[in-house]
């Protein structure tokens, strides 16, 4: 919403946001397309892997970015505790030469 965060807790009401932040509901009024999200995190999690461990560099939103965790947990993978990606932080998951995947972290600032 290009706001502060307590301003879009403020109109949309923290169970919203919580929603969000651990499930990756997005609040009635936001224009998110779920499936497609998911099912592209999904095509490039299922990208064949080489001889050596795949890694690729993604920037993008945090709203963006759950989908990717979300994918990684229909592929088995344990999640932490929200989706939630913060502002000015990296994630790294690692997707092994034997297809394996590994969230090494999520939400770290440099």
């Not at 499930?23 to 779920?34: N, S």
């Not at 965790?69 to 592929?75: G, P, S, T, V």
């Not at 932490?80 to 990296?90: E, F, M, N, Q, V």
């Amino acid at each position: 919403e290009n706001r502060r965060e307590s301003d879009v807790v403020a109109r949309l009401g923290v169970e919203a946001i919580e929603a969000w932040d651990r499930r990756g509901i997005a609040p009635a009024d936001w224009i998110v397309d779920p499936e497609a999200r998911l099912n592209a995190w999904l095509q490039i999690l299922d990208t064949p892997v080489g001889e050596e461990d795949q890694r690729w560099l993604f920037v993008t939103s945090n709203g963006a970015a759950r989908f990717a965790l979300m994918a990684a947990k229909e592929k088995g993978l344990l999640l932490p505790a929200g989706l939630k990606l913060r502002t000015a932080s990296y994630g790294v998951v690692t997707l092994t030469k034997d297809s394996t995947l590994i969230l090494q972290c999520w939400g770290e600032r440099p």
